[in-house]
């Protein structure tokens, strides 16, 4: 399943990030602390032109805890980078925010200089909720679409922080599938754009290899079955979904498993450390390669054959 990202929306989000840069001391990327992987884009170390950059790993309420701290190891462990995890509905973890920035930026809170930050993130990841928290005011929408933010704001808060809701919506990492499918069932894709079956099998075969627990306990199964077919067909067993001749309705089971899963009803989850991303990198990386191996070999046969004098004609 590839996520649908137009380049045009990609080409003018950093058109505008570009202009507003230069005017930037520090720059806040809010992720999904469930997918700190597949929500951070690509892009950012070239968009902040070398601006600190402050990651925010934000529903970090309904995150694993255990890899959330991994995440924070990784992520602290970059150049120029610092991160924290938040819920961007708990007022006074989202007013600490200010201090990191502060943290970040000693000379400009000594020369007496408020600090620029403009946030940064994917649809859905919580921008707006985050800005009305530490505005302590609602200045920007917030709801579970995605794609809400659209005008530019600038927002004085306290402590000597201004913020920058703009341009803000950055597009994820897609050019891995299984990334695709993540971001799809954490809620950051339009669901008009998703199949659901598809997007809740991906996700059930990952969480019965996670949380079999979990599952089990909320769906009330004794054995869990191998694969995420007979799961989500356990799920419509248990929860009613049935058709005509007791078929069970697999796309009503599946939409069911990842309702549950982003209301937070399935427990504490998250579907990326950072050690799987090494792993999907380096798969990624072996697939370019050899493509581009292919690729060449493709182009020296083809030059060859150019190169092949035709029959010569018969005198
Ligand atoms: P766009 O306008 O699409 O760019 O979205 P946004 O990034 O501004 O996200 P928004 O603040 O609208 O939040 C999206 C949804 O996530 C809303 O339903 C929020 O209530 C929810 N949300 C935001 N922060 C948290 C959090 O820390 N924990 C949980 N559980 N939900 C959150």
Request: aromatic share 0%; with cysteine; charged share 25%.
């Given at each position: 399943m590839a996520i649908q990202w137009f380049p045009g929306h990609m080409h003018r989000a950093r058109k505008q990030i570009a202009e507003v840069?230069?005017?930037?001391?520090l720059v806040i990327e809010v992720l999904d602390a469930r997918l700190p992987y597949s929500s951070e884009n690509p892009l950012v170390p070239d968009l902040c032109q070398g601006k600190p950059c402050l990651k925010l790993l934000n529903k970090a309420d309904i995150a694993d805890s255990k890899h959330t701290q991994a995440w924070l190891d990784y992520f602290n462990s970059l150049e120029n980078t610092q991160a924290m995890a938040i819920t961007g509905l708990d007022k006074k973890q989202v007013k600490s925010i200010t201090q990191y920035c502060h943290n970040m930026l000693p000379d400009r809170r000594e020369k007496k200089l408020s600090i620029r930050t403009m946030i940064m993130g994917i649809p859905n990841v919580g921008k707006s909720t985050l800005i009305n928290t530490l505005a302590g005011r609602v200045v920007a929408k917030a709801g579970?679409?995605?794609?809400l933010t659209r005008h530019p704001q600038q927002i004085k808060i306290q402590d000597g922080i201004v913020l920058s809701d703009t341009p803000g919506i950055l597009w994820p990492k897609i050019h891995n599938e299984a990334s695709g499918f993540r971001l799809a069932a954490s809620g950051a894709?339009?669901?008009?754009?998703?199949?659901y079956y598809e997007v809740a099998e991906f996700t059930a075969d990952t969480l019965i290899k996670l949380y079999p627990e979990k599952l089990s306990e909320r769906f009330k199964l004794k054995e869990l079955p191998e694969k995420g077919y007979g799961l989500i067909e356990e799920i419509g067993k248990k929860r009613g979904?049935?058709?005509?001749?007791?078929?069970?309705?697999e796309y009503k089971a599946a939409e069911i498993l990842i309702h549950e899963l982003r209301s937070g009803k399935l427990g504490q989850i998250s579907f990326e450390t950072p050690d799987m991303m090494i792993q999907e990198e380096q798969a990624l990386a072996q697939k370019a390669a050899l493509e581009e191996e292919k690729r060449q070999a493709k182009e020296a046969a083809k030059k060859k054959g150019r190169r092949q004098p035709k029959d010569k004609p018969n005198n």
């Open positions: 840069m230069p005017n930037i001391d579970n679409l995605p794609a894709v339009r669901d008009t754009a998703l199949d979904c049935l058709r005509s001749g007791g078929v069970v309705d």
